[in-house]
């Protein structure tokens, strides 16, 4: 394990797709390499006595995670921003009524906007609170006392990295994917047939439920939504 500090670190146990009752619910997934998390601390008191050492990677973040102490050696991880730079003072959180109309945020309310190389935008203010404007362009309107960080997140460099071999897949957790028509009838409804068979109906899961076509999302959104994002199938192809 590589980190300028060890004690901001702990030890992460991959549930490898089991739930609390340890039960498989995502299939192809488990083993890998062991990873260390980050204790991130979110919304620090006086966080411009604190000062920026050093950035570093966080193996379960697409952001980069920047290293601060003060004074005292008191330590903490944050999530890094792009207008973090090394011996500078960390800003911290903010109410979104403090922002000017067009500033960039990030990490809202702790919660939304913490994917790397993501910001949303502040487009208006007003009795009713502050419409923003997320990554996905969707538009919501939250509460002006609702916390964020200023400027647009980090994008670490393992994002988009192409993966070479399959030993690249299986130290990251993920386990070999077999298609049901290679399989035999007993274990998958699309097994078996002579030849290359198709399977001989819809694509559907071991189970039988159809995978291709059948709407499973909720048509409601929640009522801080303004403008609500495309969903797939409205998207131009």
């Known amino acids: 394990m590589s980190t300028v500090w060890k004690g901001g670190c702990l030890p992460f146990k991959d549930k490898a797709g089991r739930n609390n009752q340890g039960r498989i619910t995502v299939r192809r997934r488990g083993a890998g390499v062991s990873k260390h998390i980050r204790n991130i601390s979110w ?38 921003t792009e207008k973090m730079k090394i ?13 000017p109309l067009g500033a960039e945020v990030s990490n809202i309310d702790m919660k939304f906007v913490r994917a790397g190389g993501t910001a949303a935008v502040i487009l208006t203010k007003g009795p009713d609170g502050v419409v923003i404007r997320m ?18 997140l980090t994008l670490h460099e393992k994002v988009g990295k192409r993966i070479k071999n399959a030993g690249a897949n299986r130290r990251l957790g993920v386990r070999p994917h077999v298609r049901g028509v290679a399989m035999n009838p007993v274990d998958h409804p699309m097994g078996g047939g002579e030849g290359k068979s198709s399977g001989g109906r819809p694509s559907v899961t071991p189970w039988g439920i159809i995978t291709k076509g059948k709407p499973t999302r909720l048509k409601a959104w929640p009522k801080c939504v303004v403008t609500p994002r495309k969903r797939a199938y409205q998207m131009k192809r």
């Open 43 to 80: 919304d620090l008191q006086n966080p411009d006595q604190y000062k920026i050492e050093a950035f570093e990677y966080d193996p379960h973040r697409t952001a980069k995670v920047a290293f601060v102490k003060n004074k005292e050696e008191q330590k903490f991880f944050v999530v890094a």
């Open 87 to 99: 011996g500078d003072n960390y800003q911290g959180f903010k109410a979104l009524k403090d922002f």
């Open 135 to 152: 990554p996905s362009g969707e538009t919501r309107i939250l509460d002006e006392n609702v916390k964020a960080t200023e400027g647009r």
